[in-house]
């Protein structure tokens, strides 16, 4: 009787002691999950096949996703710039429990009415186009960065020739503000305009004004393979642009911090997330030009230091 006794007490201990390890394991775990904040899933939209261009912009939004707890998914078109696609994009990021979304859009209207007919509606930031209806938008004055590049222009007329006005805006909406204040500013000054709506080869004018970084980069590339030669003027901070606007190729640039601009989307996305949604001031851009591209204020915008 004594050593069945003495049994079921050693059975006993051990079963405490190996509670007692489980609970050891469980509860630290249970305690850390318990203090994490939840992690908020933003889907990100751009209107490009890759991803190559947004890569500051990217380094930006991944900053904030690590502070402010967000994780991110960038999603690239198979067709560049096709709206159907990337409503199709966003509608099955929706469906699939994005939290919010991010966007460079090809057609900021239509991209929200996407929205409003997916099952559930979530916060929406545009990145580089004017705000659409019910969504937050990140970008500069596209009107006010139009004409101060139509000013930087003015600033070497030589009186005679016409002006060709990329139009870009079918597929990237940002566009057609800033041509249009461009042109008026132009217009104004009696110079006269013409637009075209590709990169030509041979533009067969003295002065070439283009409004978005793809369009830039292109319109420089094709100059110097062609060897014409045309005063460019044009939009972005990428290293291609910044190269092209050191060797000459591109007379002035509008430029703003793609890095910021990343960053705030997130914050934007994540602070609508929060029911803390506010009107962000337009991003701040300056026009630069080739010999003012290692002004310290400059290199802030044209080579980012980024961890």
């Known amino acids: 009787m004594?050593?069945?006794?003495?049994?079921?007490?050693?059975?006993?201990?051990?079963?405490?002691?190996?509670?007692?390890v489980v609970l050891s394991l469980l509860i630290p775990q249970f305690l850390r999950d318990r203090g994490q904040e939840r992690l908020w899933s933003l889907s990100v939209l751009l209107r490009d096949t890759?991803?190559?261009?947004?890569?500051?912009?990217?380094?930006?939004?991944?900053?904030a996703a690590d502070e402010l707890g967000a994780e991110l998914?960038?999603?690239?078109?198979?067709?560049?710039?096709?709206?159907?696609?990337q409503e199709e994009l966003l509608r099955r990021e929706v469906e699939g429990g994005a939290d919010a979304l991010i966007a460079v859009p090809a057609d900021p209207d239509g991209l929200y009415g996407a929205l409003r007919r997916a099952s559930d509606a979530c916060?929406?930031?545009?990145?580089?186009?004017?705000?659409?209806?019910?969504a937050a938008s990140v970008a500069p004055d596209n009107a006010l960065l139009g004409q101060r590049l139509a000013e930087a222009l003015l600033e070497d007329w030589e009186g005679a020739g016409?002006?060709?006005?990329?139009?870009?805006?079918?597929?990237?909406?940002?566009?057609?503000?800033?041509?249009?204040?461009?042109?008026?500013?132009?217009?104004?000054?009696?110079?006269?305009?013409?637009?075209?709506?590709?990169?030509p080869e041979d533009p067969g004018v003295r002065w070439v004004m283009a409004f978005e970084s793809g369009a830039t980069r292109l319109a420089g590339q094709k100059k110097e393979e062609s060897g014409h030669d045309f005063a460019l003027y044009g939009v972005g901070s990428s290293p291609v642009t910044t190269a092209q606007l050191e060797r000459g190729t591109i007379a002035a640039v509008a430029a703003w911090s793609d890095y910021?601009?990343?960053?705030?989307?997130?914050?934007?996305?994540?602070?609508?997330?929060?029911?803390?949604?506010?009107?962000?001031?337009?991003?701040?851009?300056?026009?630069?030009?080739?010999?003012?591209?290692?002004?310290?204020?400059?290199?802030?915008?044209?080579?980012?230091?980024?961890?």
């Open 73 to 85: 998914r960038f999603l690239t078109l198979t067709v560049q710039n096709d709206p159907k696609e």
């Open 162 to 199: 016409t002006v060709l006005l990329l139009d870009t805006s079918a597929a990237c909406p940002e566009v057609r503000p800033r041509l249009e204040a461009a042109s008026q500013a132009l217009g104004a000054a009696g110079v006269p305009v013409d637009r075209i709506y590709s990169v």
């Open 50 to 63: 890759d991803s190559s261009s947004w890569n500051v912009a990217r380094q930006g939004m991944e900053q």
């Open 123 to 134: 916060p929406l930031v545009l990145l580089e186009a004017d705000p659409a209806e019910g």
């Open 260 to 307: 910021a601009a990343g960053y705030l989307a997130v914050q934007q996305a994540v602070q609508a997330l929060h029911g803390h949604s506010q009107l962000l001031d337009p991003l701040p851009f300056s026009i630069v030009r080739g010999e003012d591209i290692y002004a310290p204020e400059n290199q802030k915008l044209l080579f980012p230091i980024t961890s």
């Open 2 to 20: 004594k050593a069945k006794k003495s049994t079921v007490v050693e059975i006993t201990i051990l079963s405490l002691l190996a509670l007692l």
